[in-house]
Nanobody, 120 residues
């Protein structure tokens, strides 16, 4: 099994910054794509940013130029640097990883979520 634990959420004023972290642990053989998704109240979960093991990235149009995703493969950790935050960025942010555990097939894992609130 693979566990994902997020940290770094909180309350910030519009225009401020936050850095989210997500560490994978457990019986990990390899981790492929990692990413961040978010779900605002009353809305569906949506992609924020993803990063491949090789470092290729993809962002939602709404966060391009403001958010940066990165990862440390040695630490099995993915980060999301969020700058110029807007009230519309308020949501629960979830970490996602496609990972292979020892003796297991590739699976889609999710963290428990970390809340980000941006005040105007």
């Amino acid at each position: 099994q693979v566990q994902l634990v997020e940290s770094g959420g909180g309350l910030v004023q519009a225009g401020g910054s936050l850095r989210l972290s997500c560490a994978a642990s457990g019986s990990i053989f390899s981790i492929n794509t990692m990413g961040w998704y978010r779900q605002a109240p009353g809305k569906q979960r949506e992609l924020v940013a993803v990063i491949t093991r090789g470092g290729s990235t993809n962002y939602a149009d709404s966060v391009k130029g403001r958010f940066t995703i990165s990862r440390d493969n040695a630490k099995n950790t993915v980060y999301l640097q969020m700058n110029s935050l807007k009230p519309d960025d308020t949501a629960v942010y979830y970490c996602n990883a496609f990972a292979v555990g020892y003796g297991q097939p590739i699976e889609d894992y999710w963290g428990q979520g970390t809340r980000v609130t941006v005040s105007s």
